[in-house]
């Protein structure tokens, strides 16, 4: 499966932001979908992810409450809504997919499969 991410850009402190990820090649339904992101000098991080059929998601704890992430199978696109942005926030932002079997729980790691990553920042 092939990702392309989209929508970052620059912002300012408590705005929002929206992520799109659209995935492309066969089954791509049947991944569990990621958010990571990568700060300079900081290692990559876990941001959100969601389960193959969109109904359980998992959120790291810097964007909980701030950040959710979803999913439209039928345009094969996972989104990631950034509300309430702080200049931490500010990263390369990747998108990922894993297959995983309906009975699975949420992967938080490692995934197979990683899209170019866009850039988002946060001025103060």
């Known amino acids: 499966v092939q990702l392309q991410a989209s929508g970052g850009g620059l912002v300012q402190i408590g705005d929002s932001l929206r992520l799109s990820c659209r995935a492309s090649?066969?089954?791509?339904?049947?991944?569990?979908m990621g958010w990571f992101r990568q700060a300079p000098g900081k290692e990559r991080e876990i941001v959100a992810a969601?389960?193959?059929?969109?109904?359980?998601?998992f959120y790291g704890d810097p964007v909980k409450g701030r950040f959710t992430i979803s999913r439209d199978n039928a345009k094969n696109t996972v989104y990631l809504q950034m509300n309430s942005l702080k200049p931490e926030d500010t990263a390369v932002y990747y998108c990922?997919?894993?297959?995983?079997?309906?009975?699975?729980?949420?992967?938080?790691?490692?995934?197979?499969?990683w899209g170019q990553g866009t850039l988002v920042t946060v001025s103060s």
């Open positions: 090649g066969p089954n791509a339904s049947r991944y569990a």
């Open positions: 990922a997919a894993k297959q995983i079997i309906l009975s699975a729980g949420i992967p938080t790691g490692p995934y197979d499969y």
């Open positions: 969601i389960h193959r059929n969109g109904g359980s998601t």
